[in-house]
């Protein structure tokens, strides 16, 4: 006869009737919850792959023990798996109040909120205000006076524009669709499968409350039907946003065009037209759901009681771009920005993260952006305006040498580099862009100058002093030893030996100035200016 071992159920109920005949007396009323609570747990966890069961048993351990942490946290998991983001968060939250010193379960909290926000965001299907420049717009052919368009541009821009209403009931910068009556855009869209609906806020920019006029009229169209016609009275727009949502579902699936209007009042009288919708969006139906869990300052909230600070999450930041994951360094750089909204180093962050990338119109972006705090804890104004300068002269195109120039002069002015090497290279750059730019040489040979006495090893600034130097005194000897001296300091760069070249050539130092080109083209075969140098030197080509 072949002996079998008992099922794992029966031996749970054996163990469990052993150690209840164990304990006896008081004791057994005392732990007999902990007991069973302790036994839930066990079993739940093991059934974390099967959420049916993990969900009944880990109820079970919070029946029997109502502060069974770790239940509270296993159940969290179990939900979150299961994509029902209330239950989830709910369970996450009433970990973190039974183990409040653990900040674990915080961070686990904020990770839950940020998986929220980016489900959230992925509910939005079209952002019509970011759609705009792919709408068809009709308007009248007659400019109007409104801040939006510009002379000789187009007559459209006048009537329809993306810009940022300040309306109650919070009063913040909300984007909207300036409409002036009378407007239509058409946006040419296809739907999603699942349900979907437009929402949208009317108002009327706060500037004109006070002017004539009997209001304006928003309209919507489907597919030529019209689904929504509304007045929107000078009264009723004072008192702030107005919402409104158009079902989608019956276009399920589909390609429409949805065509949204602004037109006059009962009067038809259009002064003073400046209608706006807030924020208007094609969006999953379930997402007001999950705007209701308010998941952003759940998640802000959780980080700060995990201990983290706007500095903190910088430095896990830099630790992953050296280690050259640069999405999750951008997480960390914008979970900083969210956690100290009125601090400038996160945003700075940003903008050397998206230089690494050679993304420079975000690296403007993000530099921008941190130009207008005024508070930093690891940031020098001048290292940040002389960032924006670099980009703004050097790699945009077309570059943009006015605006280089006005922030490269705000970064002198300031002088709170970082070290003297840093001051140096800004001296350097807004003397190269002076140059570019045409001034009379004194003003960039000083900023030359300035580089090397703060930095004596800047390659690039010697070698630049020489040639402004031969450009306005021809004076060989100065501009050579400069030169030199940018070779000694980097052997390899050829722009040096061209430069050098150039001088002896128009020095008539012919095999000097031929030798210098081909040290150049030693070190780049391709080098064209080198080329270039070598063909004026033929006696045939010679000035």
Known sequence: MILRAPPASSLRR????????????????????????????EVGGRAMQNPPSALEHLGQAIRWQPDNAQAYRLLGQVYRAKGDWPAALEAQARYTELRPRNPLGYVELAELCEQIESLMAAMKFGDLIALLPKAAVRTPDVPLDTPYGRPGGPVRDYYVAGTVFNLA????????????????????????????????????????????GDGVTFELLVNGERVFLEHLDKETARQGWRRRVLDLTPWAGQGVVLVLGTTSGPAGDTTGDWAGWGEPQVVDK??????????????????????????????????????????????????????????????????????????WPLALAAYTRATEFNRYEQVSGSDLHCRLATIYGWRLDPKRPAKARKAYITALELDDFVTPADAAECNYLYGFVQREQGAPPDQYIDEFQRAVELNSKHAWAHMMLGVAIYE??????????????????????????YHLGEIYRQQERIDEAVAMYQHALQIDPGFEAAQAGLRRSQPANRD
């Open 472 to 497: 306005r005194d021809r004076d060989a000897e100065r501009a050579q030893a400069e030169i030199l001296r940018a070779l000694e300091l980097a052997p390899e760069n050829k722009w040096a030996y």
């Open 14 to 41: 054996l163990l469990v009737a052993v150690l209840l005949l164990a304990l006896g007396g008081t004791g057994l009323a005392l732990s007999f919850p902990s007991l069973m609570g302790a036994y839930h747990l």
């Open 286 to 359: 379930k997402l007001p759901e999950m705007e209701a869990l308010n998941p952003g300052p759940c998640m802000v909230g959780a980080w700060k009681q995990a201990g983290y600070t706007a500095l903190g999450l910088i430095s896990l930041g830099d630790q992953a771009r050296k280690r050259k994951e640069l999405d999750e360094a951008q997480g960390w750089y914008e979970r900083a920005a969210r956690l100290e909204p009125d601090l400038g180093d996160p945003w700075y962050r940003l903008g050397i993260l998206y230089e690494g990338q050679e993304e």
């Open 169 to 212: 009931p919070d009063y913040a910068e909300r984007p909207t669709l300036f409409m002036h009556a009378p407007s239509w855009v058409s946006y040419t869209l296809a739907l999603p499968a699942q349900p979907a609906f437009l929402r949208f806020d009317m108002g009327m920019d706060p500037r004109t409350f006070d002017w004539p």
